[in-house]
């Protein structure tokens, strides 16, 4: 009933929610990507995505379509590797931000176990800047992690805002430093508060400084500070700050995969665990438990 290409184009376009990013990931027009979500929309009989000149986002059934689609696509590529004799195998280094800790990212790589249990899954959590670097060192096979805005590479998983998060009853003294709560360098979302704080004018103070995501998490719960984060990855207890804050404005943010330069039984896993993160893109933007 539903085209399996009609399916991954629709995922490519609910990951992104871009007809033209999912166009460009998946080599195809734009008209090419409209007229397959057209198809499954008819397929289905129902209304996948509110889209206009300047947005798109899922419909309720859309976001059912999801669960759906994943399924359906996972089942067909086990037949297809059973029926194919096709068996990855292989050592392969995974590499993932810690961004992605408390998301369901656990669950998309226990279903590539299963679905290919004779590779040999290393993963390695780190800062988004430090897997780039271990990457380009050819210490990781593959990359899951946030890209720098001047950073063309990697294949886009999707795109958020970076927003300003504290606890809940924090205030912020307009005539004080802005009390910072970061990574230690070379973190991606320190390096945009300091810039756009610089750029603003505003005075700021590190009030705690942790390369653990928990670490952070515990010293904004506490109340020692702001720190800047994914809007669809806020932790539970934390908040956005409202714009009457006066913080600047901190931008776009990409979540990415990356691969590294190794071929043959490695680079083969690396592809069939980025197709698998892909089509389970959606469990990343939602919180484990």
């Known amino acids: 009933m539903y085209d399996p290409t009609h399916l991954r184009t629709f995922l490519a376009v609910a990951q992104t929610l871009s007809f033209t990013q999912a166009a460009r990931r998946l080599g195809l027009r734009q008209s090419t990507v409209s007229q397959h979500v057209r198809r499954l929309e008819d397929a289905a009989g129902r209304q996948l995505f509110s ?11 859309g976001e059912a379509m999801l669960g759906f689609a994943r ?8 037949a297809a590797a059973f029926f194919t004799g ?21 669950e998309i790589l226990e279903g590539f176990r299963y679905d290919h249990p004779e590779v040999d899954l290393e993963l390695t959590v780190e800062l988004s800047g430090t897997l780039h670097e271990q990457l380009a060192a050819g210490k990781l096979d593959l990359v899951l992690a946030k890209r ?19 606890a809940e009853r924090l205030r912020l003294e307009p005539d ?11 973190g991606i979302t320190r390096a945009r ?7 603003q004018g505003r005075p700021w103070r590190i009030v705690c400084t ?19 984060h994914s809007r669809r990855l806020i932790p539970p207890g934390l908040f956005r700050l409202p714009d009457r804050a006066g913080l600047p404005d901190l931008g776009k943010v990409d979540f990415v995969l990356v691969h590294g330069r190794r071929r043959g039984p490695a680079g083969e896993a690396a592809h069939a665990l980025a197709a698998a993160v892909l089509a389970g893109g959606e469990r990343l933007r939602r919180r484990s438990g």
């Open 51 to 61: 889209r206009d000149t300047h947005s798109v986002e899922l419909t309720e059934d």
């Open 71 to 78: 399924r359906i696509l996972e089942a067909h590529e086990q």
């Open 86 to 106: 096709t068996r990855v195998r292989g050592r392969l280094r995974f590499g993932a931000s810690e961004d992605f800790v408390l998301t369901r990212l656990p």
């Open 148 to 166: 720098r805005p001047e950073d063309p590479r990697g294949e886009l998983v999707w795109r958020d805002d970076l927003v300003w998060i504290g």
């Open 176 to 186: 004080r430093p802005v009390p910072l709560i970061v990574y230690p360098p070379p």
């Open 193 to 199: 508060a300091l810039e756009v704080l610089e750029e």
């Open 210 to 228: 942790s390369g653990s995501l928990n670490g952070l998490i515990a010293a904004a719960r506490a109340g020692l500070g702001v720190m800047a």
